[in-house]
């Protein structure tokens, strides 16, 4: 299977449920332009694999990209493994 972005996602205010969008600008040491995550500390970019969203939904709940808070939503990645 090969990786892919399969959603990205931001929000204008943290604490809410990212909002699908069809591309976001990336700045180095910053994050997503107008997400609210981005700016001068850990979390500036969150990524998601869609895998996690399957294992909800045997769980019976059916949530939309961008619930969990990830600005990046992917597929066939190991997440964990990745270097920040």
């Keep these: 299977m090969m990786a892919e972005v399969i959603g990205v996602n931001v929000s204008l205010k943290k604490g809410v449920v990212k909002k699908p969008v069809?591309?976001?600008?990336?700045?180095?040491?910053?994050?997503?332009?107008?997400?609210?995550?981005?700016?001068?500390?850990?979390?500036?970019?969150?990524?998601?694999?869609?895998?996690?969203?399957?294992?909800?939904?045997?769980?019976?709940l059916d949530l939309k990209q961008g619930a969990f808070a990830e600005n990046i939503t992917t597929k066939g990645i190991v997440l964990y493994e990745l270097p920040i």
Excluded: P
């Excluded at 591309?23 to 970019?45: F, L, M």
């Design 22 to 60: 069809k591309e976001v600008t990336c700045k180095i040491n910053h994050g997503i332009i107008g997400d609210a995550h981005a700016g001068d500390w850990h979390r500036q970019i969150s990524l998601l694999g869609i895998e996690s969203y399957n294992k909800m939904k045997e769980f019976g």
